[in-house]
C-alpha cells in the first residue's frame, strides 16, 4: 500500500539555525499538509498546499515557515530561524481530492 | 472555529472489556469526521470517515457512529493490541482536519 515517507526521523538543531524537513507524499494525491505536534499536545494543522500553492495556513505558520513542492514528487517544510518551541514532531500529509489524509511517521525536531 | 472535544482523556480496559469513547464537535458545515489511531512515536493511522449523521463504519474491533453533534468509537472485547491513541478530527471544507486531543486506551491482558 503507498504511504507517505518523511525524512529525517529526527533533526536536532541549534536555535536560530535552518532546517528543512522533507516529504515525499503519496503519488497521485493532491493535497499536500505540515502538521505538527508537541508532545503531549493536539496535532495542530500548520499549512495546506494546493494547485502548487498555500490554500490555507494556521496563526502558527508565520514567516519563519515557507512550504516548497520543487518537483513532481517532493513536499519540503523549511524553518528559517529555529526556536525552542519549535521542538515538536513534524508529520507530513497528502490527500486525494476528497477523502482521508494519510499520514507520514513524523521528522522530531530538537532545538537545543 | 472548528472544535473537537474527546472524552475520556484516558481508558484503561481489561481485555474483553468493551467500552466506547466519545468525541463532540462544533462544525460551520461538517465536511467529514475521521477517526484516526496513534501510536508512541507514529504518525495518525486512518480508521474511518463518516459524512452524515446516522451512518456506521466497522473494522474488526472497532464501530463508529456519527450524530449531528457527536461521534463515538466502540472497542468490542478489546485487545492489549487495541492500546493506541484514538484521535477525532473534522473537516469543514477543504484544506485542513481540526483535530481533538485524543483519548489514549491501555488494554491490559
Known amino acids: 500500500e503507498p504511504e507517505v515517507t518523511q525524512t529525517p526521523s529526527h533533526q536536532v538543531t541549534q536555535m536560530g539555525q535552518e532546517v528543512i524537513l522533507r516529504c515525499v507524499p503519496i503519488?497521485?494525491?493532491?493535497?499536500f499538509y505540515w502538521y505538527r505536534q508537541i508532545l503531549g499536545q493536539k496535532v495542530e494543522f500548520l499549512v495546506s498546499?494546493?494547485?502548487?500553492?498555500?490554500?490555507?495556513k494556521s496563526e502558527i505558520f508565520d514567516d519563519q515557515f515557507s512550504v516548497e513542492r520543487p518537483d513532481g514528487s517532493n513536499f519540503t517544510l523549511k524553518i528559517r530561524s529555529t526556536k525552542l518551541e519549535d521542538s515538536a514532531m513534524y508529520f507530513c500529509a497528502s490527500s486525494p481530492l476528497s477523502g482521508p489524509l494519510h499520514f507520514g511517521n513524523g521528522t522530531r525536531l530538537t532545538v537545543t | 472555529e472548528d472544535q473537537v472535544t474527546q472524552s475520556p482523556e484516558a481508558l484503561r480496559l481489561q481485555e474483553g472489556e468493551s467500552s466506547s469513547l466519545n468525541c463532540s464537535y462544533t462544525?460551520?458545515?461538517?465536511?467529514?469526521l475521521f477517526w484516526y489511531r496513534q501510536d508512541p512515536g507514529k504518525g495518525p493511522e486512518f480508521l474511518f470517515t463518516l459524512y452524515s449523521a446516522g451512518e456506521e463504519k466497522e473494522k474488526e474491533r472497532l464501530k463508529a457512529t456519527l450524530t449531528k453533534k457527536e461521534s463515538f468509537l466502540h472497542i468490542t472485547a478489546p485487545k492489549p493490541e487495541d492500546s493506541a491513541t484514538y484521535l477525532c478530527a473534522v473537516r469543514s471544507n477543504d484544506y485542513k482536519l481540526s483535530f481533538g486531543a485524543g483519548t489514549t486506551v491501555t488494554v491490559r491482558a
Open positions: 503519488s497521485n494525491h493532491l493535497y
Open positions: 462544525v460551520s458545515g461538517l465536511r467529514g
Open positions: 498546499f494546493y494547485n502548487n500553492e498555500i490554500s490555507e
